[in-house]
């Protein structure tokens, strides 16, 4: 107890003397960084007002947006469907355009029962991965073609529901492309959806056509006998292990390599019609974790009007997406996570795919000697949810707390004294350096832009993070 008394004694103590030090500093240079930083201009464009409501006597009225976006050669585009074919003009073919990690080899990990642990629904793997492959601009175009003209080979038309079952990826997310480009409506279903949840959804959305993944399609053939209206099953492969399901005879089988390369070969054969901008293109499922999952109807146009609302908060993005580099690994069956990947992919950014369990150094799929997602991939763009950033937060501390007894103490200093400047208008280089630095490098040391989503922020998470 003494021990702990004396340690608490002398971190008040040294705590004390920087204060001082710090403040001293502070207001000795104050207004050198007042007429160097000019801080009422940044205070004058965090204070704007970005919208407003059409009828302000109506709490349900819409809002109009006041601050004017870029114009973007994108913008003339209606549907999903013009803009995808619309980027082929505007940048080069051959530009690196989105990213994945092949998985080497994997191992189950198990408890000391010899019992898979699970974690989210899943069982645990650690995963020993290549480093990031990319697909060009052209060759993403070329596929999203391919495979939509593969689905109109299978039988699929315009208007036809399609849903996705499958984990976040690479082939979700050009599947998704080829479902908007075929003019058909996409149907999003959480992977982690419980039986009596996923066959609701399928059952209410009357899909046609289901896509899932090589790790689903045996739960997906157990459940068909609950689904008399599908003909289409498409799935994506896995690593090299034998497939086990059982599908009745009307339903067609298809992997994803096979109805790419019907869509190439016979495409030919097919006119693509878009949708009309007002008709529906998506219909989006909860996670289901209030009861049954809830489906929400989306057009064309309000994707539109929602890549535009991102495009407000970070406009600098439209205009310079070549040069920015997005991490993707939430759910694409969330809103947020769907429509900035379309965004973002449209406006040029780089997207490499990842997963919560290779993400960051402390990640649990990680196996031994491999890098995880964030350091390799080092991007400048990010989306994450309050609970993830919570796990970095605590990192942050634990590694803090095996440091010095007085480490923490000056973090959370220097890190209140940076969140008081910075809403007074003012940046603070001497704290980015020293610590924010550091912090910075758990990221990959390139993140400028932060989209949070799915659950409140605390304000006191938003200003550590900041």
Known sequence: MSDNLLKDALVFV??????????????????????????????????????????????????????????????????????????????????????????????????????????????????????????????????????????????????????????TGVQWFLMSGAIAKMGGVLVTVFHTLSDEGLVHALQETEVTALVTSFELITRVSAL?????????????????????????????VLSLSELEANGRDNGHKYTITSLDPDAECMIMYTSGTSGLPKGVIGTSRQLKEAAMAMGQVVRNVIMDGPTHTYIAYLPQAHILEATIEVFLYLGGVRIGFATPFTLNESAPGLADGTVCDIQLLRPTIMTTVPLVLDRIRKEMYAKLAARTPVSTAIFNYLIDYKSHWIQKGYKTPIVNTLVCGKVRQQLGGKLQYMVVGSAPLSPQLQALIR
């Open 224 to 252: 068909s006998v609950q689904l008399p209206l599908l003909k289409t099953v498409v799935y994506f492969e896995g690593p090299k292990k034998e497939l086990n399901y059982t599908f009745r005879d009307s339903i067609k």
């Open 14 to 167: 040294f705590m004390f003397f920087t204060r001082i030090i710090v403040t001293a500093y502070t207001y000795a240079t104050l207004p050198v960084y007042y007429v160097c930083q000019k801080p009422w201009q940044r205070l004058a464009v965090a204070n704007r007002c970005g919208g407003h409501q059409t009828d302000p006597t109506d709490p349900y009225s819409e809002w109009e947006r006041e601050i004017e976006i870029p114009q973007h050669p994108l913008m003339s585009c209606q549907t999903v469907c013009e803009a995808i074919d619309k980027v082929r003009e505007l940048y080069p073919l051959d530009k690196p355009s989105v990213g994945y990690r092949e998985v080497l080899a994997e191992e189950v990990q198990c408890d000391r029962d010899g019992r898979p642990i699970k974690m989210d629904g899943k069982v645990l793997r650690k995963y020993r991965l290549s480093d990031y492959k990319w697909l060009t601009l052209g060759q993403v175009c070329d596929r999203i073609d391919h495979i939509s003209r593969g689905l109109m080979d299978a039988g699929l038309q315009k208007g036809d529901r399609v849903a996705i079952y499958a984990e």
